[in-house]
């Protein structure tokens, strides 16, 4: 089978990986399409990214496809079930465990990630335990469900968190995939949304996805430009998922009196001033990691019932074998979401 395999120093390369049958309670999965996500970067940069396992492990934590094949032992699943992979594994004992937080497993040693501890989506096919196995509903495409697998699901997460509603103003910092899936889900709860990013294609696009407000935030002061638009008042909420020490002060600081803000975007470092920052205006500061099985399903039907036109984000559709070349210019900062499809 082919599959994708990060070489070291942002190179991706198509390689023949050994065929794979499922073990109990797993399934084989069919892939159909599998996402690009900026978390990838980490193993794609790394000089060395297969130099602690012992064997090469295939990238992609966004899958979504048909099963083909049940292992013993399988229940609640059939052939043919279209599905999308949820991708962390833990112990499946504990209570984050059965509550569908595997990611949060309370036993450090059964904890999995496909896609970098496990063989991943970035293949003809894959092997899955069956409890992160989650329906795609029949009205989403194959590559929806990629999306959903993990960037718009964890947008939506983070909006159920800010309880965004039509009475709010809602400031989304980073127009990345997932601030774009922030702003088109923002959109449909009601809120006006006001977009924030350096790029002037990205801007446009969280424009025609409904965005009522824009603000590049290279040509001035953010929170300014966003007091402006709100009688000096500040967004009702703020999320930002950019990863950056000035984005998060700048969501911060945009944020109204009593207001709330998300932190979605990982890694770097921040410092904030606790009392002009937070204390003195009580302010609620809130962290979003992903979402549960039950979250990722709640929001494929949100997707499906509200037909959500995620499609409309995606700008980059590859096959297999040329998804090294998709890699390379969506590491660029290429805007819009990536997928690697199949038929």
């Not at 975007?265 to 500061?285: D, F």
Request: overall charge negative; charged content about 20%.
């Amino acid at each position: 089978m082919r599959g994708i395999a990060f070489k070291g120093n942002s190179i991706a390369e198509v390689i023949d990986y050994p065929e794979i049958a499922p073990g109990p309670e797993q399934v084989l999965v069919k892939l159909r399409s599998s996402g690009l996500c900026g978390s990838d970067f980490m193993s794609y940069r790394d000089k060395s990214p297969n130099e602690h396992n012992a064997e090469l492990r295939r990238p992609g934590h966004e899958p979504c496809g048909e099963i083909v094949e049940l292992g013993p032992n399988v229940k609640g699943l059939s052939v043919g079930d279209r599905i999308i992979q949820h991708h962390y594994e833990g112990c499946r004992k504990c209570d984050y465990c059965l509550t569908g937080w595997q990611q949060l497993c309370e036993v450090t040693d059964k904890k999995e990630y496909y896609g970098r501890s496990m063989h991943g989506g970035h293949g003809d096919y894959m092997v899955a335990h069956q409890s992160t196995c989650v329906p795609l509903p029949d009205d989403l495409s194959f590559e929806i469900g990629a999306y959903l697998a993990c960037g718009a699901s964890t947008a939506f997460q983070a909006l159920k968190k800010l309880e965004i509603s039509g009475r709010e103003t809602f400031a989304v910092f980073g127009q990345g995939p997932v601030g774009l899936a922030a702003t088109i889900f923002g959109n449909e709860m009601g809120a006006r949304i006001i977009a924030v990013d350096i790029s002037t294609e990205r801007l446009k696009m969280a424009s025609n996805l409904g965005a009522w407000k824009t603000v590049n935030a290279s040509s001035g002061d953010a929170p300014e430009q966003i007091k402006e638009l709100t009688n000096g008042n500040g967004a009702d909420s703020t999320l930002e998922a950019a990863g950056l020490s000035v984005t998060r002060i700048a969501a911060v600081e945009s944020t109204r009196v009593f207001g709330k803000t998300c932190l979605v975007g990982e890694g770097g470092e921040v410092t904030y001033e606790p009392t002009p920052h937070i204390i003195h205006r009580h302010l609620t500061m809130l962290g979003s990691w992903t979402f549960s099985t039950f979250g990722l399903s709640e929001a494929a039907r949100f997707t499906a019932e509200r037909k959500v036109a995620l499609d409309s984000i995606i700008t980059s559709r590859s096959n297999i074998e040329d998804a090294p070349q998709a890699y390379k210019e969506f590491s660029k900062g290429a805007p819009g979401k990536f997928v690697i499809n199949w038929d």
